[in-house]
Nanobody, 122 residues
Framework: QVQLVETGGGLVQAGGSLRLSCAAS????????VGWFRQAPGKDREFVAA????????LYADSAKGRFTVSRDSAKNTVYLQMNSLKPEDTAVYYC???????????????WGQGTQVTVSS
C-alpha cells in the first residue's frame, strides 16, 4: 500500500505560480497512475491532471491545459504539479491520488493524500 503526502499549497495572487508535491512512502510509484484532483467549497471534487509513472504520459483537464504541468522525479519518488497563471477559480483543496496499473484516467483512484490548500487572491 502506498501513502501519499501533498505539500506546496499556499496563498498566491492571481497570475502567480505554485508547485505542489506528492511524495509516496511505503512503496515506489512504479506502475502507478498518479493524479491530481481538487475540490472547491460547495463543489464536487474534479480531476486536474495525471501522469503514468513508468511512461511519463500525461492527461489534463481542459481547465489545466496550457497552465499546469504534471511531472515526476524518480529519485525522489515524487510527483509534481506546476501551476502557472493561477486564477481565483483555481482556489481549492488539491489532492494527490494513485491507482495501480491500467491506462491514464480521470477516475478510479485507490489511494489518496490528505490534501493541501491553494488560495488564489484577485
Amino acid at each position: 500500500q502506498v501513502q501519499l503526502v501533498e505539500t506546496g499549497g499556499g496563498l498566491v495572487q492571481a497570475g502567480g505560480s505554485l508547485r505542489l508535491s506528492c511524495a509516496a512512502s511505503g512503496r515506489t510509484f512504479s506502475s502507478y497512475n498518479v493524479g491530481w484532483f481538487r475540490q472547491a467549497p460547495g463543489k464536487d471534487r474534479e480531476f486536474v491532471a495525471a501522469i503514468h509513472w513508468n511512461y511519463g504520459s500525461q492527461l489534463y483537464a481542459d481547465s489545466a491545459k496550457g497552465r499546469f504541468t504534471v511531472s515526476r522525479d524518480s529519485a525522489k519518488n515524487t510527483v509534481y504539479l506546476q501551476m502557472n497563471s493561477l486564477k481565483p477559480e483555481d482556489t481549492a483543496v488539491y489532492y494527490c491520488a494513485a491507482a495501480v496499473g491500467g491506462p491514464l484516467r480521470e477516475s478510479e483512484y485507490n489511494y489518496w493524500g490528505q490534501g493541501t490548500q491553494v488560495t488564489v487572491s484577485s
